[in-house]
């Protein structure tokens, strides 16, 4: 879907969304009548210190301003790969925006990433896994790292890599494999009207408490990760 | 070697031995108080990634990160320690999990703080999914834990300094201890170059490595709120003086860094290199900032640099 039909079918009643250089901002009346600060990133832009820090902004802004939930649409690249945003300090700049993004939802602002193209590593954990639910659209694709990149770092060619990117879903690029991480919650019906499936999700909205381990387990991605992060809770917790 | 060095007298292998050069476990056993440390799902447990196997690369025990609790300067404190040299200390399943469980802890506990040794080029690919989603969980888990009342100290040193996620984890620290050999970026020398060409990285040119993305660019940036001589001494005396002066997190804190952050893209944006931005900075003669020995860098930061501690 495009970002205009997204918009269109998430608020009938109308929006002010704006995508400026591939910074999405604006704000929308929900079905309940709240109001929601719509944010994000689209056509597949990197996300490097510019684009992060109005997006920070923009959040902070509505902190102080408004209320009701914050949704945050991604189909970015990944972090921009560039000396000058890592010159100016990219980590402390993709750090921010995900920290904004987490005090927001402890603090009364639930926070929802809507996964609609494509996103990766840096971009992806400032953006859409800082939220407390990640919906995914189908044909987003969501990967950690482009393959040649995956390539140099590993030292396994291409071919290999494609090869094994079929058979693993802890490695290989997808929403669906995202999905059996834990990483995106739920994927939503594009046929439906996409304001009935906020308004369900906002209806069923999780507590707030990171799940996404135990969703994990539970859909076999991640079999692991749930039970260490316990164990070592309750080894830390008996030193008290 | 090891028989040796047990004869040598405790303060004197703290004064003596180099951080970078030091194995996660020996940084974890220098750093706290002589024998004080508990670890948490050690080794014996072989608690190993289900995922290595895949790609016929060996496992370990630890999965290449040491957490656990013990005591700096008498008082408790909780520590995690990557280790480098497996895997370039790359966050995967078991390695990730290990420190969202402690993090969760120190929420709940609120008065213990968290030490975090950073040794990592990030994402550990051959588990990209579980680790990316690792990460993740750390930085919800270590905001949360500030939210609550917990400091977390990042200290970093390694070989393998702090790339990826690893970056990001460090940015949400409530400050950060750096040396010399410890970079902090996200996105690595060499997938800057693979991705954008030689013309706009070059990853084989060291001193261009170490000027963008070391420590002393991130002490003067104020990214890194100390920086410090690499060894396990100067190290702990550094998490020492920073668990002193961090305050309570909360949204002032966030707003101050947006400025922060805002104002280092006007003064800087326009910078094309590392030199440029510490002359922009007053400083004289700018080109000799990385042959500066740690003393003279210490004291010329701590006469221009910028802290950042009450705004990150």
């Known amino acids: 879907m495009t970002l205009d039909n997204i918009l269109a079918s998430l608020f009938p009643d109308g929006h002010d969304v704006r995508n400026v250089n591939g910074v999405i901002f604006g704000s929308a009346m929900l079905r309940s009548g709240a109001r929601t600060l719509v944010i994000g990133v689209a056509d597949r832009t990197a996300v490097g210190v510019d684009e992060a820090i ?37 980590n402390e700049f993709l750090s921010h925006l995900a920290k904004v993004l987490i005090y927001a939802d402890i603090n009364g602002r639930p926070t929802i990433g809507l996964l609609y193209g494509h996103s990766a590593a840096g971009a992806l954990l400032a953006t859409g896994l800082a939220t407390r639910v990640l919906v995914g659209l189908p044909g987003a694709d969501p990967a950690v790292m482009d393959l040649p990149s995956m390539a140099k770092v590993t ?41 009935d499936q906020m308004e369900a999700l906002l209806a069923d909205m999780p507590a707030v408490h990171d799940r996404r381990d135990a969703l994990g387990k539970e859909r076999g991605g991640r079999l692991k990760a749930a039970d260490i ?12 | 070697m090891t028989a040796l060095l047990r ?48 790609f016929d690369l060996p496992e370990q025990f630890d999965d290449g990160i040491v957490v656990g609790h013990g005591r700096l300067d008498g008082s408790p404190v909780f520590i995690a320690a990557q280790e480098g040299r497996f895997m370039g200390g ?58 609550a009342g ?22 949400c620290c409530s400050a950060l201890a750096v040396s010399e050999p410890g970079r902090i970026a996200v996105s690595g020398p060499e997938v800057i170059e693979t991705n954008r060409g030689v013309e706009e990285f070059d990853s084989r040119d060291r001193a261009l490595v170490w000027r963008t993305m070391g ?32 305050g309570t997190f909360g949204l002032d804190k966030l707003k101050a860094e947006q400025m922060r952050l805002g104002d280092r893209l006007r003064r800087f944006g326009a910078c094309e290199d590392a030199v440029d931005i ?20 210490i004291a010329l930061a701590n006469r221009i640099g910028r802290t950042s501690r009450d705004a990150r």
């Open chain 1, 155 to 195: 030292k396994l060619s291409i071919e290999t890599l494609q090869e094994k990117a079929k058979s693993t879903p802890v490695f290989a690029p997808g929403l669906s494999n995202l999905a059996r991480m834990g990483a995106v919650h739920v994927v939503w019906n594009n046929a439906a009207p996409l304001a």
């Open chain 2, 90 to 147: 790359a966050f995967g399943e078991v390695h990730g999990a290990k420190l969202t469980g402690l993090l969760r802890a120190a929420r709940q506990i609120r008065s213990t703080p968290v030490l975090v040794l950073f040794d990592t080029g990030g994402v550990r690919l051959q588990e990209a999914n579980a680790g990316e989603l690792a990460i993740a969980e750390i930085m919800r888990a270590l905001m949360e834990a500030r939210t």
């Open chain 1, 54 to 90: 109005r997006l920070s902004g923009h959040v902070l802004d509505s902190l102080d301003q408004g209320s009701g939930p914050i949704l945050i649409l991604v189909d970015s690249d990944s972090q921009r790969m560039s000396k000058r945003d890592e010159l100016l300090g990219l």
């Open chain 2, 278 to 297: 510490w002359t922009a900075d007053g400083i004289a003669h700018a080109e000799t900032v990385p042959e500066l020995s740690a003393d003279q860098f």
């Open chain 2, 150 to 171: 917990v400091k977390v100290i990042g200290l970093i040193g390694g070989r393998s300094g702090c790339y990826g996620g690893g970056g990001l984890i460090a940015g």
């Open chain 2, 7 to 54: 004869h040598v007298a405790p303060a004197e292998r703290i004064s003596s031995t180099s951080f970078s050069e030091a194995s996660a476990r020996t940084r974890v056993e220098l750093l706290l108080d002589p024998g004080s440390f508990v670890e948490f799902i050690g080794p014996e447990k072989r608690e190993i990634s289900p995922h290595l196997r895949i």
């Open chain 1, 229 to 240: 992060a316990e164990r070592v809770r309750e080894l830390a917790l008996q030193t008290r």
């Open chain 2, 215 to 246: 420590g002393k660019h991130r002490r003067l940036l104020g990214a890194a709120d100390v920086f410090t001589d690499d060894t396990m001494q100067d190290f702990r005396e550094a998490a020492l003086d920073l668990l002193g002066l961090v």
